[in-house]
């Protein structure tokens, strides 16, 4: 019988059974000595790239007043149709009383995470840069509900100095006051990147 035939029909020849058992282990060994990657998430979280495009954030002015506008530029935009606003006047508001500088305001604002593919074209299409996107990317839960955030989990928080609108503007007398460029975003000193200042995001980020 040839040597092939043997192997066929099942027996191993020398080399096999001493050689390859030790072959296999020579990968397990070479391994343990390599540096580890595996990410010990989520106990360990690991720093995205800066310009990563995680969940939505709505933007204010430095006196409070939001930066939305209600424009639904944004959603237009959106290809998976993820975005939902409704506009309102803000003279419809008590006398003085605003949300934003502008005429109008978003009344309602929600993203749908269920829907986002997270591509950014919204932010590219926002005209007043109310629409930013921050670095948090953990945007998983347990119902189809609590996926779609409304304008109160987009806002950003208010920072020291700022007021919760609606209220007169306290940056100037018109709403080109504050488009003519004087009133950049608040100036955060910069945390570092941990898992808490991924919670509260306090700085419009990357477009
Ligand atoms: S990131 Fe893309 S998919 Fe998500 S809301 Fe914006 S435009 Fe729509
Ligand atoms: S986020 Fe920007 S584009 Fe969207 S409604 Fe507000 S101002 Fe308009």
Redesign the pocket.
């Known amino acids: 019988m040839a040597p092939s035939d043997q192997n066929q029909s099942g027996a191993r020849t020398l080399k096999e059974q001493l050689w390859d058992p030790v072959a296999g282990f020579g990968v397990t060994f070479r391994t343990m000595f390599r540096k580890v990657v595996t990410e010990q998430y989520p106990f360990e979280k690991m720093p995205t790239a800066p310009r990563f495009h995680g969940r939505h954030q709505?933007n204010r002015w430095p006196d409070g007043l939001e930066?939305?506008?209600?424009?639904?530029?944004?959603?237009w935009a959106c290809p998976a149709d993820a975005?939902y606003?409704e506009?309102a006047s803000n003279s419809d508001l008590p006398e003085g009383e605003r949300f934003s500088p502008g005429e109008r305001y978003?009344r309602v604002?929600q993203i749908n995470y269920l829907r986002c593919i997270l591509c950014g074209l919204?932010i590219e299409?926002?005209?007043?840069r109310?629409?930013t996107m921050t670095n948090e990317y953990e945007l998983a839960d347990d119902n189809r509900a609590d996926l779609i955030y409304e304008k109160s989990d987009l806002l950003a928080p208010l920072l020291p100095g700022m007021e919760q609108p609606p209220h007169p503007m306290r940056l100037g007398s018109d709403e080109g006051d504050y488009y003519r460029g004087a009133y950049a975003a608040p100036v955060v000193a910069e945390e570092p990147r941990d898992e808490a200042s991924r919670e509260a995001p306090t700085e419009e980020t990357h477009a």
């Open positions: 709505l930066k939305c506008i209600g424009c639904e530029l944004c959603a975005i606003v506009g978003g604002y919204c299409a926002c005209p007043t109310a629409l």
